[in-house]
RNA sequence: GGUCCCAUCGUCUAGAGGCCUAGGACAUGGCCCUCUCAAGGCUAAAGCACGGGUUCGAAUCCCGUUGGGACCGCCA
């Protein structure tokens, strides 16, 4: 059979591997997608979702991809700054390319203009009832007294209301929907509110009072940018039902919506960008790229490759099932890789200075890589550091090997005495003496850092030059060297 | 309480009535390879939440039960 249809054979052994990834699109026009965060803090693995979905789709169908920033609120969860900037340098590390770049803080008049449409039309109301009042008359499917006002007076309204002759809570616009909806979530929805808390962009500052809330801003600019395709998290669902109404007072087509489920993820659990925030001012994590977060900015820094992230987000899927995910595939993904790729070093972490008996100073010679080729050279001494699990490890009388170095036979325990006995390899393959490695003693401090702890010791000469790559230090993990100065380093633990 | 959504190995996921004796990946165990406790190769164990239908035939369709989640914010 083999003979006959080789090919046959082979076409058997492709279709082992079934297709993963994102279902198909149908599409019957030009396809436009938008990412759509918040900028009140850093992208993280759950932005990365929506940015390597979204790209990865746009790629696919030739379409055209924006991110637009929906920082409409400046008081409760309010932009940062530097966050615009690293949205748009996450998203070209993860290989998106938005077309455009919308701000919606600057588009603030476009969403009044319709605001004032909708007004006229009959479908927006300004509403003056407190928060509790509104809440128990939706409750009861009851209309509040505002809700008929002519749209004469609601336009008046407005302008008082956008001119700042109100105050805080003392009015919102309320999209006219249908009180007695059988959906509360769905009954007449604030689309603008008052906040007198400046903007945190200079451009805008205090330009306005009256901001859009996500519901009716991005309602909006999906009309205005031609969205032809939401993909958002199923958190979104409702939303959708609610803009509907003002796609149809205007006229408009909604465009097409796919949701995502619930994304947890074991190692960080439920952390939010407001808390990280407060922890980080409180000193409990040394910054956004801190590796023990969820952030983009660590993971990059922790040696994760984007291919690696963007595969592990692609191959999710677009279940809308609540999904609670372990990294390790992730690191599985990522050592696919970087093993092909990183040379390998020495680090030698709690470590513990061996004296070797009757040795010779030698010159040992590494591989860089197992397989890849190229040595690297190690100088050692009569002395060498090993990492304490090793030495409390040592048994008296126990013949071991040092990696690429030489056989030592440990003397006594108490105090730790070893010994040379000689070079040959057959010490590992027949009588599978185990081997650990070593470092000479002049070697480079190197700190690693990592979610569990920080690991200090010293690591061989060769890996300063390394710096910003991806290494593995043997027996200990992947690493990503993270700094150089004179004859220390700092790296980040990627993975084991 | 109201509305809506979801349900396949431990974890993600393939599966859109017969190709399923349910496939893959990660994690786990074993063996091989190896001067790393890595990687690689081979292998093992592991699943259609439950109960009713519809059908010649159901993981796939319908109903119910159970379980999970989202929304009901002047947050996004």
């Given amino acids: ?144 007294p505002h809700r008929d006002e002519k749209p004469q007076k609601n336009i008046e309204s407005w302008k008082k209301m956008i001119e700042g002759n109100y105050k805080e809570q003392e009015a919102v616009l ?140 692609l191959d999710l899927g677009l279940g809308e099932t609540d999904i609670s995910l372990s990294l390790d595939t992730l690191y599985a993904e990522n050592r696919k890789i970087i093993d092909p790729i990183a040379n390998r070093y020495f680090f030698v972490w709690d470590p513990v200075e061996l004296e070797v008996e009757d040795a010779e100073p030698k010159i040992a010679k590494a591989p860089l890589h197992p397989t890849r080729g190229g040595l690297r050279e190690i100088p050692a001494g009569t002395k060498v550091l090993i990492t304490k699990n090793d030495a409390d490890s040592l048994k008296e009388g126990e013949r071991l090997r040092l990696k690429d170095l030489y056989n030592i036979e440990v003397i006594s325990i108490l105090p730790l005495r070893v010994k040379f006995i000689g070079t040959d390899m057959d010490l590992v393959k027949k009588e599978k003496a185990r081997i650990i490695h070593w470092v000479p003693l002049d070697a480079l401090k190197v700190k690693v850092l990592s979610a569990d702890g920080e690991f200090n010791g010293f690591g061989e000469r060769g890996m300063e030059k390394e710096l910003d790559k991806v290494v593995q230090f043997e027996r200990f993990g992947f690493v990503r060297i993270d700094s150089v100065s004179g004859d220390e380093v700092v790296a980040y633990f990627t993975h084991k």
């Fill in 1 to 144: 059979m083999n003979k006959l249809a080789p090919e046959l054979i082979a076409e058997l052994k492709e279709k082992k591997e079934p297709e993963k990834g994102l279902p198909p699109l149908e599409l019957n026009g030009p396809l436009v997608m938008r990412f759509a965060p918040n900028p009140n803090g850093p992208p993280t693995l759950g932005s990365a979702r929506g940015i390597v979905v979204n790209s990865e789709y746009t790629k696919k169908y030739k379409g055209k991809l924006i991110i637009r920033f929906d920082d409409t609120d400046p008081a409760t969860k309010r932009p940062m700054l530097e966050a615009y900037t690293w949205y748009l340098e996450d998203c070209e590390w993860l290989g998106a390319k938005p077309e455009e770049v919308v701000i919606a803080s600057d588009r603030i008049d476009k969403y009044y203009e319709v605001a004032e449409q909708l007004i006229k039309k009959g479908g927006a109301y300004v509403c003056f009832c407190g928060q509790e009042v509104f809440k128990s008359l939706k409750d009861a499917k009851k209309a509040c």
């Fill in 174 to 313: 309320r999209i006219k929907t249908d009180i007695a909806h059988k959906d509360p979530a769905i009954r007449d929805w604030v689309a603008f509110r008052i906040i007198k808390t400046p903007h945190p962009r200079q451009e805008v500052n205090d330009k306005y009072c009256v901001w859009p809330l996500l519901d009716f801003e991005g309602a909006v600019e999906d009309h205005l940018l031609g969205t032809t395709l939401i993909i958002r998290g199923k958190d979104l669902i409702d939303s959708e039902k609610r803009q509907r109404y003002v796609y149809k007072y205007m006229g408009w087509t909604y465009p097409e919506t796919m949701h995502w489920g619930r994304v947890q993820i074991h190692e960080f659990g439920k952390l939010s960008t407001s808390g990280i925030k407060k922890a980080i001012a409180e000193g409990q994590y040394t910054g956004w790229d801190d590796p023990r977060l969820p952030t983009i900015r660590a993971i990059k820094r922790r040696g994760i490759l984007p291919e690696a992230l963007r595969k592990f987000m």
